[in-house]
């Protein structure tokens, strides 16, 4: 979605990436997060991947690199600035972005440079998961030899894209300690960051927040305005979305 009327300036650009469990969802389900930062002046792309079984561990990974590729190519035919390009995910989208942003490999197989990511926010996302607890993992990861190589908290570098990682203390699909243990690690590896655990808000709490209806609960996009404000893609005055 892009801001309506167009700026005459290319627009910073938040490519979101949904949840579902790795089997379910779709960048339609997602419209609103689209308008809400359509309307703050950002061009938002909202980006599917293969569900399992087709799209079982890497085939989310590779399809999500694929589509910031394609926004490294074709977004600025919307407005976008290819320079500005931030990630955001929800649950196991969430999981997609953090692994696209530390583990180099993803988007160095589509020829994304290193650095084009500017930055990237999880919501609720599960980083540090093994052992398999859940079906939607298993299905998802269960076929692994070395399941190490599926998390992303074992790709911590302290010279990786900074991340915002936002969760709430009443989740019990994906609990908050995955956003804590994540933060630490890249604390200890020299890339300070903070997990903001929100008080009574659960699993699909932090991505409802981003809807028009809850709006008023500014916990969670304050937070992400803030992030992409101090990496040079500050809101704009609101505006109308456009699809």
């Known amino acids: 979605m892009v801001p309506d009327p167009p700026f005459a300036a290319p627009r910073p650009v938040i490519v979101f990436i949904h949840g579902g469990g790795w089997h379910s969802g779709a960048p339609g389900d997602y419209r609103f997060i689209g308008r809400t930062f359509a309307r703050q002046g950002y ?13 079982a561990w890497p085939h989310m990974l590779e399809d999500s690199a694929r589509a910031v590729a394609w926004v490294r190519d074709h977004v600025a035919d919307y407005g976008g600035d290819p320079a500005r390009v931030f ?13 696209l942003t530390l583990e180099r490999q993803w988007l160095g197989r589509e020829g994304v440079p290193e650095g084009f990511v500017k930055g990237t926010i999880g919501l609720s996302g599960p980083y540090d998961f093994y052992p398999f607890t859940s079906d939607s993992a298993c299905a998802a990861f269960g076929h692994v030899a ?18 915002l990682l936002l969760t709430g203390d009443a989740d019990t699909t994906v609990k ?22 929100l008080a009574g808000v659960d699993h699909a709490g932090t991505v409802m927040k981003l809807a028009h209806p ?24 609101p505006v109308q979305a456009q699809a």
């Open 214 to 237: 809850f709006l008023r609960d500014r916990r969670v996009i304050d937070p992400i305005l803030a992030f992409l404000a101090a990496r040079g893609a500050p809101p704009s005055a």
């Open 146 to 163: 070395d399941p190490a190589l599926t998390q992303p908290i074992r790709y911590v570098r302290g010279d990786a894209p900074p991340m």
């Open 87 to 99: 990630l955001m995910g929800h649950s196991a989208g969430a999981y997609n972005a953090a692994m």
């Open 176 to 197: 908050p300690r995955n956003s804590r243990a994540l933060a630490m690690a890249l604390s200890n590896a020299g890339l300070p960051t903070e997990p903001l655990v």
């Open 43 to 55: 061009v938002v792309v909202l980006v599917g991947y293969r569900k399992v079984p087709e799209g």
